[in-house]
């Protein structure tokens, strides 16, 4: 009776860990993971959600890849980013809230990735 039920549960576990990782596959610079991100993001925006942080995923590579490829968001230090991301965001045309998950993606991207 009881692996009637295990066994169910243990393939909606692997079915979500599978669908977890495919989220954070689309683009390299997501691979530590989405979960060790939105972690690392929430250390300092305690209210970020993964839903913001694949936002801020798909902008960055949808919205900021209009006029040149995917820049290398940790080749700068962050204060220099935050200016970077202030000018392209405007080239972007992108909204507070679209401008601020680009920023939480790229810290989780940029904590993850030391
Ligand atoms: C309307 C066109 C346009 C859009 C949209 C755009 N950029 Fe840019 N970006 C440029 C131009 C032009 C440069 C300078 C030339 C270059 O480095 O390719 C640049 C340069 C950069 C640089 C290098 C800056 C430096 O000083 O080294 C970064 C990083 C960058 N963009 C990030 C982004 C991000 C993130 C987004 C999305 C919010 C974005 N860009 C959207 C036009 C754009």
Do not use: N
Not at 27 to 36: F, M, Q, R, Y
């Amino acid at each position: 009776m009881k692996k009637a039920i295990i066994a169910p549960l243990a393939i909606i576990f692997i079915a979500m860990a599978c669908k977890s990782k495919q989220a954070t596959t689309t683009s390299t610079i997501a691979s530590p993971g989405i979960d060790a991100q939105l972690a690392a993001v929430q250390v300092r925006f305690p209210d970020a959600t993964k839903d913001e942080l694949q936002k801020g995923h798909d902008i960055y590579t949808g919205a900021c890849t209009k006029c040149h490829d995917t820049k290398d968001v940790i080749a700068y230090a962050e204060p220099k980013l935050l200016e970077i991301v202030d000018v392209m965001a405007g080239k972007a045309h992108l909204t507070a809230p679209e401008k601020q998950a680009l920023i939480r993606f790229a810290v989780g991207v940029r904590a993850t990735s030391k």
